[in-house]
């Protein structure tokens, strides 16, 4: 399954419409249309985006998995 195929997986599995990731993305729901087409190349930042909107993996969108995780949470680092 190539990456655009699962943005539009993982947005319908949340029952997101694209508007509302556009929206997240601060771009109109037609350019948001053409990532997930893949008319245009998406930039990395947008992915990253997409992925914490959606809480999912960067690793599912990509096809480097095929178990659909949610984002792990950020760690806190302390300095000692």
Not at 7 to 33: F, G, I, P, S
Not at 43 to 59: G, T, W
Request: with cysteine; proline share 4%.
């Amino acid at each position: 399954m190539y990456y655009t195929e699962r943005l539009q997986w993982v947005r319908d599995c949340k029952n997101v419409t694209q508007k509302e990731v556009a929206n997240a993305l601060h771009m109109k729901q037609q350019q948001y249309a053409r990532y997930e087409k893949g008319v245009n190349a998406m930039p990395a930042y947008h992915l990253v985006e997409i992925c914490k909107f959606l809480n999912v993996s960067a690793d599912y969108i990509l096809g480097l998995t095929d178990e659909m995780k949610p984002l792990q949470p950020e760690k806190t680092v302390v300095n000692s």
